[in-house]
Each structure stands twice: as C-alpha cells, then as structure tokens.
C-alpha cells in the first residue's frame, strides 16, 4: 500500500530460476530494448523483493511461453503462486486445448488467461480455442492478450489491432485485457473502448515513466495530462497499471499515477481496484 492506495500490478512475467537470465537477455535483444537497470531479474526472488521493496500489495502474473512449453510453464506458475502468495495466477492456453484442461487449471488456482499469440503464433480467433473461450464465459475468466507492438521488433500480425478487435468482437460474454494501451495509440484505445464493453486497458510499457524500450508508439502517454484526459475519456474504471516486470519498473510507474492530475477515486481504480474487481476479488 502506498499513501493508502492499495496497489496491484496487473501485468508481470516471472521465468524459472535456471531460465530467466538467459530468458530475458534473448526478449531484450529480440525487442532491441535499450540496456535499462530497472530491467528486473524475472524469478519469482526477485519479483517478491521489488513488490516488497515498493510496497506493491499483489502482482498478477501474465506468464506464457511457446505452445509446447505451455503446459509446464503453467503447472509451475500454480504451484510457485500458491507457495508464495500475493500473486494473481493467468495460466496460458493454445488451440486444441480442452476445457478440463483449462478447468483443472482453474481448480488450482488459475484466476485468468494471458495469450501472446505473436510469440506463441496462432491467432486468437483460432476455432481450436472454441472450448478455452466457453470455459472462460461460463467461469468469468478474464483474457489478457498482448496486443500491438511495443518494441522496433514485428514478429508478425498476430497481435495486431485488428485480431484484437475480432476476438473481442466475436466473444461478447468474455472479458478482455487489451495490454500496452493497445500498443500504444491512443486512437486505437478510443476506437475500441467506445465499441466495447468486455474490456479494459493495462498501461504496461505504452505509458511508462521509464525509457528502457524504443518506442516506435505515439509519445501521446508521455504527457500526464494528456494521459490523464485519456483516462477519463476510456472510463478510470476501465484502465489497470501494470508494469510489465521484469521488463518495466512498478514503482515509476505507480509513482507517475500517484502524481497525476486525478482524484484519489480514479487513482484507486487504477492502481488496484479495478483489477481486484476483474479477478473477483473486490
Ligand atoms: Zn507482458
């Protein structure tokens, strides 16, 4: 808790111990990230120490991996999050998996999705993901997707705005996170927000008070107000912080949000309670 906010970063990553460094140092080559020392370690250590050291009362982990590793990626990220507490599980999905599957998941602790269908390349729209969507409907699972780009680096179109826009489009009765402030367009933002209902925005990256990614994104979130006007203009009841750890910093982050022209209200909304109330936990 900060200034009596209660705070929860919406997006992290965290990797295996044996994995991370190595994990990490190929994303930010891959991204052509600049070399940042806010750039985190990425285990679940370091990840405890940073949310202890700023105050960060949970994180929700939005951990994936290629399709072939999901299933393992995801029985770790259950059993290390119910060890450890203060952590908000996604577990990761691919075509063809079934819904016991998701839903074993759930049982153990799942409290949502997270897709990056660039890395993970299928498109989520995929038919194979009829039965992941109808457990997500009828189990109020949120979807976080990645979406749009967020380095120089395009791996394809999968995460393109317009794929975002026909999984929101074509599943009504499931809630989305669309990350990064949709890649960071403030029109793209508007253009969905006024669109549809089943979503809310993190500011992970688009908006962050750090410079450790080239941006190739309008600078439109650099400026407080007009970030600011932003938020309002999307509803502050539909904006979540994340900080996308290991790769952005949380507390630049929530410490720019606490600077901001808003009332303590908007601020509360967006620092935290608009994703307790997404994972049910208002
Ligand atoms: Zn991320």
Request: one cysteine or more; aromatic letters at 8%; glycine letters at 8%.
């Amino acid at each position: 808790m900060i200034d009596g906010f209660t705070i929860i970063d919406g997006h992290a990553h965290t990797y295996m111990d044996d994995l991370a460094e190595r994990i990490i140092t190929s994303f930010t080559a891959l991204h052509m990230m600049e070399p940042s020392p806010s750039i985190g370690k990425g285990t679940y250590d370091d990840l405890a120490g940073s949310m202890r050291n700023n105050s960060l009362d949970m994180t929700v982990t939005a951990n994936f991996g290629p399709v072939k590793a999901v299933d393992r990626i995801n029985a770790w990220t259950l059993d290390e999050s119910k060890r450890r507490g203060c952590i908000i599980p996604l577990v990761s999905v691919y075509p063809g998996m079934s819904a016991d599957a998701l839903e074993a998941l759930v049982a153990k602790g799942a409290k949502g999705i997270k897709m990056h269908n660039g890395i993970q390349e299928y498109d989520a729209c995929d038919p194979g993901l009829d039965d992941v969507y109808e457990v997500c409907s009828r189990l109020k699972l949120p979807v976080t997707l990645h979406c749009g780009e967020v380095s120089r680096h395009h791996l394809n179109d999968l995460t393109d705005e317009p794929h975002m826009e026909d999984a929101v489009r074509t599943h009504p009765d499931v809630r989305f996170v669309i990350t990064h402030l949709a890649g960071g367009d403030p029109d793209t933002v508007f253009h969905l927000a006024s669109r549809y209902r089943n979503i809310i925005f993190d500011t992970s990256i688009a908006f962050t008070g750090e410079h450790c990614i080239h941006r190739i994104h309008d600078d439109f979130w650099e400026d407080d107000s007009d970030a600011a006007e932003a938020f309002r203009k999307v509803g502050c009841d539909r904006v979540a912080f994340g900080s996308d750890y290991p790769y952005g910093n949380p507390i630049s982050d929530v410490r720019r949000i606490l600077s901001m022209d808003l009332t303590d209200e908007e601020k509360s909304l967006i620092l935290g309670r608009n994703t307790l109330r997404l994972y049910g936990m208002d």
